[in-house]
């Protein structure tokens, strides 16, 4: 068994789910950050349990030929991209076999056919939001300063960043200019929000882009509320349009809640428009704050017409779409079928989908505001026979209700979108162990450079 603090010279042989290389120390698995497969590395162990170990690394003695020069200089301290340090070849291999792992391993399932992964064309600037915190950071002199940026890995850690990889470099400008106005002292009632005491009133900078129409919505993520911190919002955000012209939507969420949660229920406009425009496979949408949308909008092109590829539509036919967000994936098939059933908890997001539909001019498209679950169980009650289900839940998977929901109505195609290769492996087993059959699973890398992956899955009725 290892010893902690005890320096090792090993190979890496594995990646994990993380984003950690694995190697073996006196037979045991240590998992080690920053770390490439074929990498030969001193390595210190830090903590040692019962069964596995964690090192981290105190020299590179022979570099893996899928090592890079790190690009970003947050990279150790963020935590945002854990595979920065290799080559975007090597991390798609790596997320390809994550996904095939978790099918194997997890759902004991064995695909009739597994595509190849999708990788994205952008590996920088794809995301079109970002949720910043604003608190005040102290620095090594020990001088406090009110900063914007990201939390360090499992923390509310502050580390200051303006200008992330990951983002559209417009976003670190409208970043710059709150700092620049905020620091000047002048809008006194902004103070930055500290999670442990309550006290003050900016949480958040909340950005949004519409990738293909570049319209951008600014939120100003609030305590609390009063006219002054209103106007001093406005006045903010009219300095921000006058020096960016896309920005055309500046909005103020309040949310008083001692919660991780970022959103709170009421949000105003403080000037422009209440939602921005962008279009989603020809579709036109709305977005705003709450609406749900993929971040990576040309990856979502790329998988949304793969699930409609795989779901093959015919023209009168039924699709019930569950956990719909914003509609996009039914109504971006609703040219195909004779109807499509959207289903979204958030009921923002539903009356998105709505004007999303009207907009389009789909019209025979209808969308409920509720839970998958309790909805879909609603409708295998009263006989409803959809053709094809599409399910793209959360990172929790789908609940039992919404699986044995879907078996009842027994529909010939269910096709899965997950962000969540472990739950949507245990999620396919559970419909596969009950009659149907595992027909194609395609990884999607929806976000590069991070630790996430996605995959859509063909499951027929056998």
């Given at each position: 068994?290892?010893?902690?603090?005890?320096?090792?010279?090993?190979?890496?042989?594995?990646?994990?789910?993380?984003?950690?290389?694995?190697?073996?120390?006196?037979?045991?698995?240590?998992?080690?950050?920053?770390?490439?497969?074929?990498?030969?590395?001193?390595?210190?162990?830090?903590?040692?349990?019962?069964?596995?170990?964690?090192?981290?690394?105190?020299?590179?003695?022979?570099?893996?030929?899928?090592?890079?020069?790190?690009?970003?200089?947050?990279?150790?301290?963020?935590?945002?991209?854990?595979?920065?340090?290799?080559?975007?070849?090597?991390?798609?291999?790596?997320?390809?076999?994550?996904?095939?792992?978790?099918?194997?391993?997890?759902?004991?399932?064995?695909?009739?056919?597994?595509?190849?992964?999708?990788?994205?064309?952008?590996?920088?600037?794809?995301?079109?939001?970002?949720?910043?915190?604003?608190?005040?950071?102290?620095?090594?002199?020990?001088?406090?300063?009110?900063?914007?940026?990201?939390?360090?890995?499992?923390?509310?850690r502050l580390v200051p960043v303006m200008f992330c990889n990951l983002q559209p470099g417009v976003f670190g400008?409208?970043?710059?200019?709150?700092?620049?106005?905020?620091?000047?002292?002048?809008?006194?009632?902004?103070?930055?929000?500290?999670?442990?005491?309550?006290?003050?009133?900016?949480?958040?900078?909340?950005?949004?882009?519409?990738?293909?129409?570049?319209?951008?919505?600014?939120?100003?993520?609030?305590?609390?509320?009063?006219?002054?911190?209103?106007?001093?919002?406005?006045?903010?955000?009219?300095?921000?349009?006058?020096?960016?012209?896309?920005?055309?939507?500046?909005?103020?969420?309040?949310?008083?809640?001692?919660?991780?949660?970022?959103?709170?229920?009421?949000?105003?406009?403080?000037?422009?428009?209440?939602?921005?425009?962008?279009?989603?496979?020809?579709?036109?949408?709305?977005?705003?704050?709450?609406?749900?949308?993929?971040?990576?909008?040309?990856q979502a092109e790329r998988l949304f017409s793969e699930a409609k590829r795989l779901a093959a539509p015919k023209?009168?036919?039924?699709?019930?779409?569950?956990?719909?967000?914003?509609?996009?994936?039914?109504?971006?098939?609703?040219?195909?079928?004779?109807?499509?059933?959207?289903?979204?908890?958030?009921?923002?997001?539903?009356?998105?989908?709505?004007?999303?539909?009207?907009?389009?001019?789909?019209?025979?498209?209808?969308?409920?505001?509720?839970?998958?679950?309790?909805?879909?169980?609603?409708?295998?009650?009263?006989?409803?026979?959809?053709?094809?289900?599409?399910?793209?839940?959360?990172?929790?998977?789908?609940?039992?209700?919404?699986?044995?929901?879907?078996?009842?109505?027994?529909?010939?195609?269910?096709?899965?979108?997950?962000?969540?290769?472990s739950t949507a492996a245990r999620d396919a087993a559970y419909l596969c162990g009950k009659g149907y059959s595992?027909?194609?699973?395609?990884?999607?890398?929806?976000?590069?450079?991070?630790?996430?992956?996605?995959?859509?899955?063909?499951?027929?009725?056998?």
């Amino acid at each position: 068994m290892p010893e902690k603090n005890q320096l090792y010279t090993a190979e890496i042989t594995g990646i994990t789910s993380e984003g950690s290389g694995v190697c073996r120390i006196d037979d045991m698995a240590v998992f080690v950050p920053e770390t490439a497969v074929g990498d030969v590395a001193e390595i210190k162990v830090v903590k040692v349990l019962k069964s596995y170990a964690y090192g981290i690394v105190e020299r590179i003695i022979k570099p893996s030929p899928d090592r890079i020069m790190v690009d970003c200089v947050y990279y150790k301290k963020c935590g945002g991209c854990v595979f920065r340090h290799i080559s975007y070849e090597a991390e798609c291999r790596v997320k390809d076999g994550i996904v095939r792992d978790a099918f194997e391993r997890i759902g004991h399932l064995t695909p009739k056919e597994t595509l190849p992964i999708f990788g994205s064309e952008e590996t920088d600037a794809y995301r079109n939001k970002a949720q910043y915190p604003y608190a005040d950071y102290k620095y090594p002199d020990n001088k406090i300063f009110p900063e914007f940026g990201f939390y360090a890995p499992r923390s509310h850690r502050l580390v200051p960043v303006m200008f992330c990889n990951l983002q559209p470099g417009v976003f670190g400008e409208i970043l710059r200019l709150c700092r620049e106005e905020l620091g000047t002292g002048e809008l006194r009632a902004i103070t930055p929000y500290n999670e442990e005491t309550g006290s003050g009133v900016l949480r958040h900078v909340y950005i949004r882009q519409g990738y293909h129409s570049k319209e951008i919505m600014v939120c100003f993520v609030a305590a609390k509320d009063s006219p002054e911190i209103r106007g001093e919002l406005s006045g903010l955000g009219a300095k921000i349009v006058r020096e960016i012209p896309s920005v055309c939507s500046v909005m103020m969420n309040v949310n008083p809640q001692k919660t991780n949660v970022i959103l709170g229920r009421e949000t105003v406009c403080l000037l422009g428009k209440p939602v921005i425009a962008d279009v989603l496979c020809g579709v036109p949408v709305t977005l705003s704050p709450q609406s749900f949308y993929q971040v990576n909008t040309a990856q979502a092109e790329r998988l949304f017409s793969e699930a409609k590829r795989l779901a093959a539509p015919k023209k009168n036919e039924l699709l019930l779409d569950l956990y719909c967000g914003a509609g996009a994936i039914g109504l971006s098939m609703a040219d195909s079928v004779g109807k499509v059933i959207g289903v979204e908890i958030v009921p923002q997001a539903i009356e998105d989908a709505k004007a999303n539909a009207e907009r389009a001019g789909i019209t025979n498209a209808g969308f409920c505001a509720g839970d998958a679950g309790q909805i879909a169980a609603r409708f295998a009650a009263e006989g409803t026979k959809p053709d094809i289900i599409v399910l793209d839940p959360p990172r929790k998977g789908c609940d039992v209700m919404t699986l044995d929901a879907c078996l009842e109505m027994s529909p010939s195609r269910i096709v899965m979108i997950s962000c969540n290769p472990s739950t949507a492996a245990r999620d396919a087993a559970y419909l596969c162990g009950k009659g149907y059959s595992l027909d194609i699973l395609r990884p999607v890398d929806m976000f590069p450079r991070t630790r996430h992956v996605e995959c859509v899955v063909l499951m027929t009725k056998a």
